[in-house]
């Protein structure tokens, strides 16, 4: 699928919202896909990208940032304390605050650097045993605990179960969010991102739909 028809069905599920059109950021997951791949979605006029690892990230986007303005990188995977700083220096967006420690490192480092990138609290809606994420029943103090340090948090992540119904899920999200006086919304994938639309979703990321199928590392 290329990516103007997924940006076509972006647009679409906007409107069958009743949405404003344009209000739904496309993140164009570039984990594991081949730097041509990536290039060739540059060259389209795309600069919105998520990667999963840090050291993925510093590989593969400084030397894409040389070549092409105004790339907007976004961390969605899980990140290791220890790899805080670098994430802070490469990536504009964090999808992925899990956990306290992690919540206490990013104050130290912004009162550091002066900066902190925009930041998601990852919910574990699914309670999933292997799955990061904060709890939902610990959700409210979480996110109470992270705002009175002051770090920008703009809203939650999800990443559903895989085998149960998404919008279950996006629903939960939406409520906590919308409770917290969140307004961002990162939720949706390839195959449910119409359905994360029309529950609230400000930030969906798309990957094989729009690279197709990954590649091993």
Same mark, same amino acid.
């Given at each position: 699928?290329?990516?103007?028809?997924?940006?076509?069905?972006? &647009?679409?599920?906007?409107?069958?919202?009743?949405?404003?059109?344009?209000?739904?950021?496309?993140?164009?997951?570039?984990?594991?896909?081949?730097?041509?791949?990536?290039?060739?979605?540059?060259?389209?006029?795309?600069?919105?990208?998520?990667?999963?690892?840090?050291?993925?990230?510093?590989?593969?986007?400084? *030397?894409?940032?040389?070549?092409?303005?105004?790339?907007?990188?976004?961390?969605?995977?899980?990140?290791?304390?220890?790899?805080?700083?670098?994430?802070?220096?490469?990536?504009?967006?964090?999808?992925?605050?899990?956990?306290?420690?992690?919540?206490? &490192?990013?104050?130290?480092?912004?009162?550091?650097?002066?900066?902190?990138?925009?930041?998601?609290?990852?919910?574990? &809606?699914?309670?999933?045993?292997?799955?990061?994420?904060?709890?939902?029943?610990?959700?409210?103090?979480?996110?109470?605990?992270?705002?009175?340090?002051?770090?920008?948090?703009?809203?939650?992540?999800?990443?559903?179960?895989?085998?149960?119904?998404?919008?279950?899920?996006?629903?939960?999200?939406?409520?906590?969010?919308?409770?917290?006086?969140? &307004?961002?919304?990162?939720?949706?994938?390839?195959?449910?991102?119409?359905?994360?639309? *029309?529950?609230?979703?400000?930030?969906?990321?798309?990957?094989?739909?729009?690279?197709?199928?990954?590649?091993?590392?």
């Amino acid at each position: 699928m290329s990516l103007d028809e997924i940006k076509s069905r972006i &647009t679409a599920a906007e409107q069958a919202a009743g949405r404003v059109v344009g209000s739904v950021r496309l993140i164009a997951v570039s984990k594991v896909q081949p730097d041509e791949r990536v290039e060739a979605v540059l060259k389209q006029g795309h600069r919105c990208f998520g990667e999963n690892r840090v050291q993925e990230a510093a590989g593969k986007w400084p *030397a894409f940032r040389e070549r092409f303005d105004g790339i907007d990188l976004h961390l969605i995977g899980p990140l290791q304390t220890n790899k805080a700083r670098q994430a802070m220096d490469l990536c504009n967006v964090i999808h992925s605050l899990d956990r306290p420690k992690l919540a206490n &490192t990013f104050a130290r480092l912004a009162q550091e650097r002066g900066a902190c990138p925009d930041l998601f609290i990852q919910v574990n &809606t699914g309670e999933e045993p292997q799955k990061a994420g904060i709890l939902p029943a610990g959700a409210d103090r979480f996110i109470a605990n992270c705002l009175d340090m002051d770090l920008p948090v703009q809203g939650l992540m999800c990443i559903p179960p895989a085998n149960e119904e998404p919008s279950l899920h996006f629903a939960l999200l939406a409520k906590i969010a919308t409770r917290n006086g969140l &307004t961002g919304l990162s939720m949706g994938m390839s195959a449910d991102f119409e359905s994360a639309i *029309a529950l609230g979703a400000t930030h969906i990321r798309v990957g094989s739909a729009i690279f197709g199928a990954r590649v091993a590392p």
